[in-house]
Structures are given as structure tokens and as C-alpha cells.
Nanobody, 120 residues
Framework: VQLQASGGGLVQAGGSLRLSCAYS????????MEWYRQALGKQRELVAG???????NYPGSVKGRFTLSRDNAMNTVYLQMVSLKPEDTAAYYCKIVARRSEDMRIYDYWGQGTLVTVSS
């Protein structure tokens, strides 16, 4: 499974951005889709996730401001971010947890990062 993230950029505090993650390739099933971020000098952290059943999960730092959605027909997962703050500045990564057709084992697949910079 290959993932291609896009949509990052420079935005002023209070602004909005929508990140996209297009995925392709063979898989048996998708267990979860997630967005992470990693700020300079910090550990990568989960900012949004959705299970195959549609249950979403957001940490308190982004709850109410970030929304994960998916378009199964387009094989794309989105992260809508509003009311952005300078502390949201980071590289954002998408991840898909999928069961591979070849061996029916579950793997994590990562996209490349897309940089979000929020100026004050």
C-alpha cells in the first residue's frame, strides 16, 4: 500500500488547512486510518484516527478543531484543521493499518510527511 500526503503549507494563526492522503495498492482490509504529527525535537503524536467501524479518536489538544474524514470511492483520507495555532506547526503524516492480501497479516503503512507551519 502506498500513501501520498499533500496539502501542507504556511497559514496564519486562526486559519485553516485541509490535508489529503491518497492511498493505493492491494490490501485485504483496512483496520484504521490515522494522522500523526511530529514537531521539531518532539516525538510523533497521534492527532486523529478512525477505525473500520467509523469510530473517531482525537486527543484533547486538537479536539473540536481537527476532523478526519474519508472518501472510500476516492481512496483518500482527509484531515480538516481549523483555528490553527502556532503549536500545530509540525510535519503531518498519514498512516493506514491494513491487512495484507498476501499473508493476511496486519501492517502499518506510512505516507511521507507534509509540513504545516502556523505563523503567529
Amino acid at each position: 500500500v502506498q500513501l501520498q500526503a499533500s496539502g501542507g503549507g504556511l497559514v496564519q494563526a486562526g486559519g485553516s488547512l485541509r490535508l489529503s492522503c491518497a492511498y493505493s495498492g492491494r490490501y485485504y482490509s483496512i483496520n484504521a486510518m490515522e494522522w500523526y504529527r511530529q514537531a521539531l525535537g518532539k516525538q510523533r503524536e497521534l492527532v486523529a484516527g478512525i477505525t473500520s467501524g467509523g469510530t473517531t479518536n482525537y486527543p484533547g489538544s486538537v479536539k473540536g478543531r481537527f476532523t478526519l474524514s474519508r472518501d472510500n470511492a476516492m481512496n483518500t483520507v482527509y484531515l480538516q484543521m481549523v483555528s490553527l495555532k502556532p503549536e500545530d506547526t509540525a510535519a503531518y503524516y498519514c498512516k493506514i493499518v491494513a491487512r495484507r492480501s498476501e499473508d493476511m497479516r496486519i501492517y502499518d503503512y506510512w505516507g511521507q510527511g507534509t509540513l504545516v507551519t502556523v505563523s503567529s
